[in-house]
Structure formats: structure tokens, C-alpha cells
């Protein structure tokens, strides 16, 4: 079974700056793409930046030029820089990785910030 686990999530004032980290419990090298998203209260869950195993990056138009995924793929993980945070991006963010057979998903980080 494979297992996600986010770290990095906490209170930042607006316009600063956190990392979010997802260790994988397996190679990412298994997974077609390792993903995060986010759910702020009360709204759906949105993709915000993908990493395909190609090397391909993806990022919501909300967060362009403002938030950079990477990978280590010696630790296995996944990472997320977040700079010049606003309080709309407030929410619960997930790592999710897929194969051909399934998804995974990580229990979340909660990122808040104050204006």
C-alpha cells in the first residue's frame, strides 16, 4: 500500500512564502504524474500543480509564476514552493499520485493566510 505524507503546511502572513513536501512510501518513478491540490472551506477540490513522469509541469492559472513543483526523485518526493501567498489560497493541500490501476492520496496540509 502506498502511502503519501505532507508536511510543510502552517500560518503565513500575506505575500510570504512555504514549501510543502509529500514523501512517497514508493518510487515516484511508479507513478504516471504526482499531483497537488488544494480545498479551501466550502469549494471543490482543485488541481494546482502536476508533475509528469515525463518531466512535464502543469499549473492552475491561479497560481502561475507564483508556485514551482519539483521533485527529488532520490527521497522520493514531491515538493511544492508557494511564494507571495495571498489569503485566497487558504485551503487543505493534498499530494495525489497516480498509476494505470489507481490513485493515491496524501491526508493534507492545512496552508492559511492572513492579510
Known amino acids: 500500500q502506498v502511502q503519501l505524507v505532507e508536511s510543510g503546511g502552517g500560518l503565513v502572513q500575506a505575500g510570504g512564502s512555504l514549501r510543502l513536501s509529500c514523501a512517497a512510501s514508493?518510487?515516484?518513478?511508479?507513478?504516471?504524474?504526482m499531483d497537488w491540490y488544494r480545498q479551501a472551506p466550502g469549494k471543490q477540490r482543485e488541481l494546482v500543480a502536476t508533475?509528469?513522469?515525463?518531466?512535464?509541469?502543469y499549473y492552475a492559472d491561479s497560481v502561475k509564476g507564483r508556485f514551482t513543483i519539483s521533485r527529488d526523485n532520490a527521497e522520493n518526493t514531491v515538493y511544492l514552493q508557494m511564494n507571495s501567498l495571498k489569503p485566497e489560497d487558504t485551503a487543505v493541500y493534498y499530494c495525489?499520485?497516480?498509476?494505470?490501476?489507481?490513485?493515491?492520496w496524501g491526508k493534507g496540509t492545512l496552508v492559511t493566510v492572513s492579510s
Open positions: 495525489h499520485a497516480a498509476t494505470f490501476l489507481r490513485d493515491y
Open positions: 514508493a518510487s515516484i518513478f511508479s507513478f504516471n504524474a
Open positions: 508533475f509528469t513522469s515525463g518531466g512535464s509541469t
